[in-house]
Each structure stands twice: as C-alpha cells, then as structure tokens.
C-alpha cells in the first residue's frame, strides 16, 4: 500500500539559511499535518491543511511557513534557520472521511550548523 | 504542560510474556487515543486506537484498555515478540475541535525491549 512520502531524508543547512521539506500524502488523504521531534521529545504539532486550506495552527515560529497544494501535497518552508530547529519533521496525513487515524512519513533530519 | 504522559522511559520483557505499556492524559476533552510504534529513522506507525465511548479495543496481540475515570489507557502486547523492540507513543485527539482539526498530543514515548 502506498504510504506518506518526505523528501529529502535528510537535510543540512547553514544558520540563517532557509531549507524547503516537501510531503506527498497517501493517495486520496486530504488532510496533512506536519509534526516536530526534537532530540529524545515527543512529536510537537506544527500545524495542518484541509483541501489546501490552513485548518490548524500550533507552535510553529513565524520564520516557518507551509502550504497545501491542488495535488495535496505540502510544503514546509523554513527561514532564517537557527541551531534549534534542527529535529525530526514528519508529515502526516488522514482522509477526513471519519477515520481519526493519521498515517505518517519515514520524516526529514533536519541539521542545522 | 504535558497532556499526555508516558511515566516509564523504558520497558524491558521477556519473549513470549505480556508487555503493559501505561499513558495517563489530563484533558478530559481527548475523546480519541491511538498507539504509534516508532523504530529509529523511521516515521511512527499506527497501531491500534480506542474511542473514548469504548473501554477496550483488541486487534490481534494489541489490546487497549481506556479507563476514563482514571484518565489512563494502557496498551497491551501478547506474545511479546522481539520484533516488537521499539518506542511507543501514546497520542489523543481533543475532541473540542471537532474534525476541523484532529490535532494529535503526544506522550514523550516508552522504548521497549522485548529479550529473546
């Protein structure tokens, strides 16, 4: 069965510059929700997209943004990166269509130096 | 604020003995909790789930168990296999958001070691 794709595995950036992750959700999901793990922490939510549209927002800095696009796949821009935002980031997704279980990627190693 | 707590770090059983994994949440609003299994460099997997009208759930060798007035849930594994080794979290879904959102809370993970 196919599953979450994130792209790249792996990422290392510079401080101050910027990094793009990309999520395909599982065909047919139409919401994704991106999530956070730092170093021996739980997933942190990010925030979330429903037919492309924002639906949820959590601890995510202002330096980051995201969006969903008509194919539901999402992208997770970061700016100015700092030593802290280096972490796990995975994607996720769901079919809104009353199942509450969300399915997620292999995620992306961010290190940031 | 930890909503959602996993108070053991680590778990270590026997092969082919019961392994009882504990979550203990706050938020009397999560009406929705899943288990993930999670291996090194990889993204975590579903496991089961449980609804909060329901007490228990069973899916093969997981079962969970909702206590709602103790606001505790439990996962439990048998046989306990080695492959089994990995960390699992606890997650819920506050249900005051209805399904605008869906946002899951995680426990901080408990890492099982299942010894042959």
């Known amino acids: 069965a196919a599953g979450v794709i994130q792209s790249p595995r792996h990422l290392i950036k510079e401080k101050r510059e910027t990094a793009t992750l990309k999520c395909y959700p599982i065909p047919r999901h139409d919401t994704v929700y991106w999530y956070q793990q730092g170093p021996g922490q739980d997933p942190q939510f990010l925030i979330s997209f429903y037919e492309k549209m924002q639906s949820d927002k959590g601890s995510i800095p202002d330096r980051f943004s995201a969006q969903q696009f008509s194919d539901y796949h999402s992208e997770l821009n970061m700016s100015s990166l700092e030593l802290g935002d280096s972490a796990l980031y995975f994607c996720a997704s769901r079919t809104r269509q009353g199942y509450n279980e969300q399915f997620f990627g292999p995620g992306t190693r961010l290190t940031v130096l | 604020d930890q909503q959602v707590k996993q108070n053991s770090p680590s778990l270590s059983v026997q092969e082919g003995r019961i392994s009882i994994l504990n979550c203990d949440y706050t938020n009397s609003m999560f009406d929705y909790f899943l288990w993930y299994k999670k291996y090194p460099a990889e993204g975590p997997t579903f496991l089961i789930s449980?609804?909060?009208?329901?007490d228990k759930n069973e899916d093969g060798r997981f079962t969970v168990f909702l206590n709602k007035s103790a606001k505790h849930l439990s996962l439990h594994i048998v046989p306990s296999q080695p492959g089994d080794s990995a960390v699992y979290f606890c997650a819920a879904k506050d249900g005051n958001y209805g399904g605008a959102t869906n946002k899951l809370i995680f426990g901080t993970g408990t890492l099982l070691a299942v010894q042959p």
């Open positions: 449980i609804s909060s009208i329901k």
